[in-house]
């Protein structure tokens, strides 16, 4: 089975800190993805990467870089933490040519 | 560009019951089309997809047909049970490039007993 780890389920962090989330899946996977979902909003893309160093900005990401410098490993970094940056954060991976994308638990982010 | 549209949530219904989440879509050529479902705690899963028209999903005892003329994609089961209940996405893959995904807001199902 195919597994999507993410580093923390809940964070608590302070607005202007500089936060980074983790993800990790084991099934070499080409493509990875960052979303965050809230309420009413459904999911929404931030950053995807299609190979090691190679990244696309999706439909908001603004306030957001990310890095890939291992193919299982994908980091979604919050340069200096807003308020409206709290929200669920998924990651998500395919392979090439696939169409499905497995996602992992997801972290809760709230900024105060 | 691509969107896709899902019924207002949330959606409460007893057990057994019929249920339906309505989901429409726009695109451009021919998208495949996805219902992932999002159980209380977890990520999303895929449940169903169907990738060209009149095609129909089916899992779980869920099922969506892909309606090209409608540009739509129905979600469905005939007797929905309490562990059904989570939140439930619509998707589309536009053909664009590393199979991005287009979701809809989320439709919230909760069953009772």
């Known amino acids: 089975d195919v597994k999507v780890t993410q580093s923390s389920r809940y964070l608590v962090k302070r607005t202007g800190e500089k936060v980074f989330l983790e993800c990790v899946q084991d099934?070499?996977?080409?493509?990875m993805f960052w979303y965050r979902q809230d309420p009413g909003l459904g999911l929404r893309l931030i950053y995807f990467s299609y190979d090691v160093k190679m990244k696309e900005k999706g439909d908001i990401p603004e306030g957001y870089s990310v890095s890939r410098e291992k193919k299982e490993r994908f980091s979604l970094i919050l340069e200096s933490a807003s308020t409206n940056q709290t929200s669920m954060y998924l990651c998500a991976s395919s392979t090439s040519g696939q169409e499905t994308q497995y996602f992992g638990p997801g972290t809760r982010l709230l900024v105060l | 560009g691509n969107s896709v549209t899902q019924m207002e949530g949330p959606v409460t219904l007893s057990e057994e019951a019929f249920l339906t989440i309505n989901c429409t879509y726009t695109?451009?050529?021919?998208?495949?089309l996805f219902w992932y479902v999002q159980y209380p705690g977890e990520g999303l899963q895929l449940l169903l997809k169907a990738t060209k028209a009149d095609d129909k999903g089916s899992n779980k005892g869920f099922e969506a047909t892909y309606r090209k003329e409608t540009t739509s994609f129905h979600l469905e089961k005939g007797s929905v049970q309490v562990s059904d209940s989570a939140v439930y996405f619509c998707a589309l893959d536009g053909g664009t490039s590393y199979g991005k995904l287009t979701f809809g807001q989320g439709t919230i199902l909760t069953v009772h007993p």
């Open positions: 695109a451009t050529g021919y998208p495949s």
């Open positions: 099934m070499d996977h080409e493509n």
